[in-house]
């Protein structure tokens, strides 16, 4: 796969399935997931993401509303909470949180496109295309 800021943008995008992501996040050593989930909590904060992103980032990730990354995105600062989800250690709950950081990437960003960039913008993220194995077998 391409660099990690491509895929997370594709991934943000559904130009890429979960599944694939889910895949090569779990092929990443501890310390990659550790950037990896750290880099998109910026990405969040760049995008603009808010607290009121939260119930739909959660239902986009499937994930329940009792688990932890999705209990922390709920409350408090926004960047705050998106900084303490990227610091979780337990495997799953690293999981979970790339799952969820990925999902408030993708509300946050599609707002800011909306809003922002309407007429067309010149950010190279928005204008990605993939050719994933599904896509040309």
């Known amino acids: 796969m391409a660099d990690p800021y491509i895929i997370l943008n594709e991934l943000a995008q559904e130009l890429r399935p979960m599944t694939q992501g889910i895949e090569w996040f779990e092929g990443l050593s501890t310390e990659e997931q550790s950037n990896t989930l750290r880099l998109l909590?910026?990405?969040?904060?760049?995008?603009?993401?808010?607290?009121?992103?939260?119930?739909?980032?959660?239902?986009?990730?499937?994930l329940r509303a009792?688990?932890?990354?999705?209990?922390?995105?709920?409350?408090?600062?926004?960047?705050?909470?998106?900084?303490?989800?990227?610091?979780?250690?337990?495997?799953?709950?690293?999981?979970?949180?790339?799952?969820?950081?990925?999902?408030v990437l993708a509300v946050a960003d599609e707002r800011r496109r909306e809003r922002f960039s309407s007429d067309g913008c010149g950010h190279a993220w928005h204008r990605l295309s993939v050719d994933t194995p599904e896509a040309s077998a």
């Open 66 to 103: 009792t688990h932890t990354p999705a209990v922390l995105i709920t409350r408090g600062r926004i960047d705050q909470q998106l900084e303490k989800i990227a610091s979780l250690t337990p495997y799953n709950e690293r999981l979970k949180s790339f799952r969820l950081l990925i999902a």
């Open 41 to 62: 909590s910026h990405f969040c904060i760049q995008a603009r993401a808010t607290a009121e992103d939260g119930p739909e980032s959660i239902r986009r990730a499937g």
